[in-house]
């Protein structure tokens, strides 16, 4: 069954639509890598930081990436986007299981919801600057 889990980042969980903005995505196809930039709203995090904390996320060994618009995702009654944390991971999906399946991988799956949109991936590893 799917575990869903907040990600602690260095001032910890985040949580709120206006946890994180996203303003910067770059997709290297041929490196199989993702980064994103953008900025955090610290009083939304769990050890509360006054302003706005600038971030960088890399997330390796990209095998899924999926981007959705936060007001279509809420629509979708397949998809649970209202639980959890603003950034999440995500154990014991269809999905690992699927890529497990089909190429072997055991990757990471989760989940980045900023004011716009909800991010998606399954990778190797990630990295997380502030």
Same mark, same amino acid.
Do not use: W
């Given at each position: 069954?799917?575990?869903?889990?907040?990600?602690?980042?260095?001032?910890?969980?985040?949580?709120?639509?206006?946890?994180?903005?996203?303003?910067?995505?770059?997709?290297?196809?041929?490196?199989?890598?993702?980064?994103?930039?953008?900025?955090?709203?610290?009083?939304?995090?769990? $050890?509360? =930081?006054? #302003?706005?904390?600038?971030? *960088? @996320?890399?997330? !390796?060994?990209?095998?899924?990436?999926?981007?959705?618009?936060?007001?279509?995702?809420?629509?979708?009654?397949?998809? $649970?986007? =209202?639980? #959890?944390?603003?950034?999440? *991971? @995500?154990?014991? !999906?269809?999905?690992?299981?699927?890529?497990?399946?089909?190429?072997?991988?055991?990757?990471?799956?989760?989940?980045?919801?900023?004011?716009?949109?909800?991010?998606?991936?399954?990778?190797?590893?990630?990295?997380?600057?502030?």
């Amino acid at each position: 069954m799917p575990q869903i889990k907040a990600v602690q980042t260095p001032i910890g969980a985040l949580y709120g639509r206006d946890a994180i903005y996203l303003d910067h995505v770059h997709m290297n196809y041929s490196k199989k890598e993702l980064v994103l930039k953008g900025e955090i709203n610290g009083g939304l995090a769990a $050890e509360a =930081t006054d #302003g706005f904390v600038p971030y *960088e @996320l890399i997330f !390796t060994e990209v095998y899924y990436f999926n981007m959705i618009e936060l007001d279509v995702a809420l629509h979708l009654s397949d998809r $649970e986007y =209202t639980q #959890g944390s603003s950034f999440d *991971e @995500l154990t014991d !999906t269809p999905l690992l299981a699927t890529i497990a399946s089909a190429r072997g991988k055991n990757l990471k799956h989760l989940m980045l919801k900023t004011y716009d949109d909800i991010v998606e991936i399954a990778c190797g590893d990630y990295k997380m600057t502030i």
